[in-house]
Structure formats: C-alpha cells, structure tokens
C-alpha cells in the first residue's frame, strides 16, 4: 500500500515569504506528527495531530508556524514570514489505531526547505 | 527532563564487521523503545521496537537491547554491509496516553568496503 507521501519535495523561497507543505499519511492512520530535521542534526519535534485535533503543539517554535488537519487526512505545515533559520528538512509521519503498531511512526521523505 | 542521548555521535567500520550503538535515557514515564535507520536524504524506517517487558528484538542483521532498569539500549549489527551506512536514531515513547515521543540526535555510522 502507499506509504506517507510529502509534498512538494524541495522549496526555495525567499525570506519573508509564506510556505505551505503538505502530507498525506497512511490511509487510516490517526496520529500525524511533523518533525524538523536541521543539516546534520536530529529530529525536532514539532506537533502531532490526533484525529484534526493537536493535543500536543509544544514544538512549534514560534507564532509564525501553524499547523492543520483535515478529514482525518491530510495535513498542512504552514511558515509565515520565512526566516533562514527555518530552513530545515520537514518530515510527517504516521500512526495507526491498533495497540501493537500505536508504537510505530512511519515516515514520509520529508521536505526540504531552503529560505533564500 | 525527558533527554535521550546516544553514543558514538559517528563511528566508521569496515565492511563486515560488528558493531554496537548506544542509547541512554532519562525518559518517564516510559512506554517503548525504538530505533530507526535514516539514509542520507531520507525519512527514518523503523527497525526494532520494544516494550517495557522486552529486553531483545532481532530484525535480520540488527539486534536491539533494552535494559529497563538502567535505563540503556543497544543496537547490534552483525556483519555489517555497505548499505548499513546511515544514521541510526534511537526514539523512546512516553506513557502519557498521547503519541509523545523524543528522539535521540542519532548515530552516524559509515562503513567503508
């Protein structure tokens, strides 16, 4: 089946510019999270969506990023007022419902944001 | 504070032979332990996962520890291979009733022929 699909793979924009990324989980999966990733450094975690709601909005690191759901599906990244510091590899992953694989996040390819 | 930290932040080998990561922990209340490979430009894939009553878990060439009580995990490969080389990102769950999790900045692991 399809995996957790993120688009678009790469965006250059300019500082000051507003970006919008999307993911598509697993079909059915109810949790979705979104980590940044910087050059060489580990996953940051942003927020994570339990059905469209976010129980947990603690990573987000400032006002200018927001985040939401839809349907129970597709989820949209929202950055104003891009700085160069948010450029960063953006990943969504997913997770089921069922007890055992509650525990697994599967990952999309990420995002690959560069603020020029 | 939930901290998980891993060692050694890079580690080079030669193809074929093992080798051993780390995790340690100071995540509560504890729910689980998994560790993921990532490829360069790619997003993380599980490997293993554990509970708190599991102490080993085997994927082929990969073998995961959890030491619940001094709070430690390792991850194994055996006869490593040239495609081993990827970071290696130890993550434990936390028993909050949400999906909290916090990740480990990772492993850097190259294997050289």
């Known amino acids: 089946g399809a995996g957790v699909s993120q688009s678009p793979s790469n965006k250059v924009t300019e500082k000051g510019k507003d970006v919008e990324l999307r993911c598509d989980p697993i079909?059915?999966?109810?949790?979705l999270y979104w980590y940044r990733q910087r050059l060489g450094q580990g996953l940051e975690f942003l927020i994570y969506?339990?059905?469209?709601?976010?129980?947990?909005k603690s990573g987000l690191p400032s006002d200018r990023f927001s985040a939401e759901r839809t349907g129970e599906s597709v989820s949209t990244l929202t950055i104003q007022r891009t700085q160069q510091e948010d450029s960063a590899v953006y990943l969504c992953?997913?997770?089921?419902?069922?007890?055992?694989?509650?525990?697994?996040?599967?990952f999309g390819p990420g995002t690959r944001l560069t603020v020029t | 504070k939930n901290q998980v930290e891993q060692s050694p932040q890079s580690l080079i080998i030669l193809e074929g032979k093992n080798c051993t990561l780390q995790?340690?922990?100071?995540?509560?209340?504890?729910?689980?332990l998994r560790w993921y490979k990532q490829d360069t430009g790619r997003g993380p894939v599980s490997l293993t996962i554990?509970?708190?009553?599991?102490n080993t878990k085997s994927n082929g060439r990969y073998t995961a520890t959890l030491d619940a009580d001094t709070k430690q995990s390792s991850l194994h490969i055996t006869a490593s291979q040239l495609s081993d080389s990827a970071s290696y990102i130890c993550?434990?769950?936390?028993?909050?009733?949400?999906?909290?999790?916090?990740f480990g900045a990772g492993t850097r692991l190259f294997v050289k022929a």
């Open positions: 969506f339990q059905g469209n709601s976010a129980p947990d």
């Open positions: 995790c340690n922990y100071t995540v509560s209340p504890f729910s689980n």
């Open positions: 079909s059915g999966h109810t949790a």
């Open positions: 992953a997913s997770s089921s419902r069922s007890l055992a694989a509650s525990y697994e996040q599967y």
């Open positions: 993550v434990v769950g936390l028993n909050t009733g949400g999906f909290k999790t916090i």
């Open positions: 554990m509970t708190f009553s599991e």
